[in-house]
């Protein structure tokens, strides 16, 4: 829905307002033209239920007010002595039809008392308000986060539980308006969809105070995605911007950079790219022992253990080994007596962008637009920017995974059914890539990301655990990551010790000063 479209939609549901409402207004002394004034009617409200004025924002702020609202129904109900249990659920199982109801038949017989109490009120209230301020944090401020994959891998591990930062970039209020809080795109257990693709609101983000730099790590949705469920195969079908599956990435090139990769290595505007310290890069390499000698066992153990190198993939021709290696280990192995050669793994050419010189470690170069560029469009770079103008660049919410049919017909490209030689770049972009390059699925395949798919930053591992069936339950537990922050300079330290000092010094003292004021009383 357009900001247009959703006026009138705002406009109409302030008049379904009024209509349901109006005589509980009269009832209670207020003007009945007050129920149908966008805004002015809720602050009344409050006053009606004898609820602070503030409370009113909760109503007009996406996901929140769908909490807030059926709170404000019972409300209603009960200061009008409607306050049975039956009434309470016909109010919300109704979605206010009942409300409306009582409007049109009962109000002039009730009672107005806006001093009503109820203790098991107070509770429930109490609970919907931790709910409410949940969502809000969860939605606007910081919202945990888990490792699924191993593309950022030794950077970021599996298992890894992340706070992510939605106000270092600006937050991104919810497009899809009728959703169930704090999930994603599946309600668990019952494994259908969390939320209805109508209505939507269109795309906005509150300011952020820093832009996404080089090397950040961040959090997005892909702009890809068009399947049901996380890491299983199926029908594509239509998903809004904020539904769809999150990814954790590292940014390597931002709006207006060019990339090229060379034998693996990231080249940003001709130079190539340095990393923060934290970063660990890992490539898969093919590992030739000598006069095609296999390693002994004891060599691939101490390889395993020692050296932490998992990955050791046996090849079909004796001696050869495919091996994941950070550029460490990638020296250890190198000093091994009887290694012979090792050279990086090549996945194969002329399968990336329809390029036959392009693969996973010869890539580009490329160009990331920004807003407000004007792109070329022709044979060469159809490829690159076809997504951008079918997909992505309108931020357009609506039902259809492909909102503009763009073509290529002999070196021309069309843009529903036009020739079209040039385009105007509508927001900036980025291209993101896990630390993991040989297993990460990134934008080497599916392209760039859209500024209004970001979600945020990840700043602190609240928890980090193995999940290792062979480990017992402690040795899961990696206490070194724990309480850590997710960039920085230097060795991760740990603040969880720190933490837990903190607290038992405030138990204690709490403790202590509570008991010689009751001494002193």
Not at 141 to 164: C, H, N, R, W
Not at 177 to 194: C, E, G, N
Not at 501 to 516: P, S
């Amino acid at each position: 829905m357009t900001f247009t479209q959703w006026f009138f939609f705002f406009m109409a549901m302030n008049i379904v307002h009024g209509l349901a409402t109006f005589k509980f207004y009269k009832k209670a002394g207020k003007d009945i033209w007050k129920a149908f004034v966008p805004f002015l009617n809720i602050y009344e409200l409050m006053d009606i239920i004898n609820r602070p004025k503030w409370w009113m924002i909760f109503v007009y702020i996406p996901i929140v007010n769908l909490l807030m609202i059926p709170v404000l129904w019972v409300q209603l109900l009960q200061v009008f002595g409607k306050k049975e249990d039956l009434d309470k659920w016909l109010a919300v199982l109704t979605l206010g039809l009942y409300v409306a109801y009582i409007n049109f038949t009962q109000v002039d017989k009730l009672t107005y008392n806006p001093d009503h109490k109820d203790d098991k009120d107070t509770l429930v209230g109490s609970l919907v308000f931790a709910v409410i301020a949940a969502t809000i944090v969860h939605t606007y401020f910081m919202q945990p986060y888990t490792i699924p994959t191993a593309s950022l891998e030794k950077s970021l591990l599996i298992g890894d539980y992340l706070f992510v930062s939605k106000f270092h970039y600006g937050a991104r209020p919810p497009m899809t308006t009728i959703a169930a809080p704090m999930v994603h795109d599946t309600l668990p257990l019952v494994k259908t969809r969390s939320y209805l693709k109508f209505p939507q609101l269109p795309y906005m983000r509150l300011p952020g105070f820093q832009k996404i730099k080089r090397n950040d790590i961040v959090v997005f949705n892909w702009p890809a995605d068009t399947v049901k469920y996380f890491f299983q195969k199926d029908v594509a079908q239509y998903k809004p911007i904020d539904k769809k599956s999150h990814y954790v990435k590292r940014c390597v090139a931002v709006a207006g950079d060019s990339l090229e990769i060379k034998n693996g290595v990231v080249y940003i505007n001709g130079k190539q790219t340095t990393y923060p310290d934290r970063t660990h890069l890992q490539h898969m390499y093919v590992v030739k022992t000598k006069d095609s000698m296999d390693f002994s066992r004891g060599t691939l153990m101490r390889l395993i253990k020692n050296y932490d190198i998992k990955e050791i993939y046996p090849l079909q021709k004796k001696g050869s080994y495919l091996m994941n290696l950070t550029d460490e280990k990638l020296s250890v192995v190198k000093n091994l007596s009887n290694v012979d050669t090792i050279s990086l793994y090549e996945s194969g050419k002329g399968e990336m962008y329809g390029n036959k010189d392009w693969d996973i470690n010869n890539f580009g170069p490329i160009y990331i637009p920004k807003k407000g560029d004007i792109l070329k469009l022709n044979k060469e770079t159809y490829p690159l920017y076809k997504w951008i103008i079918s997909r992505y660049d309108d931020h357009d919410a609506g039902h259809k995974i492909d909102k503009h049919q763009v073509e290529l017909k002999g070196n021309d490209v069309y843009v529903d059914g036009k020739l079209t030689k040039e385009y105007k770049v509508n927001q900036d972009y980025y291209w993101m890539m896990g630390d993991n390059r040989s297993q990460s699925e990134d934008s080497r395949f599916w392209g760039y990301v859209p500024f209004d798919h970001v979600v945020g930053k990840p700043v602190f591992i609240f928890m980090s655990i193995d999940n290792d069936p062979n480990k017992k339950f402690l040795d899961k537990f990696r206490w070194d990551r724990i309480f850590t922050t997710v960039s920085g300079e230097g060795k991760r330290v740990s603040y969880l010790w720190p933490f837990l000092g903190l607290l038992l010094v405030y138990y204690v003292g709490k403790k202590f000063y509570d008991k010689k004021k009751n001494k002193d009383n």
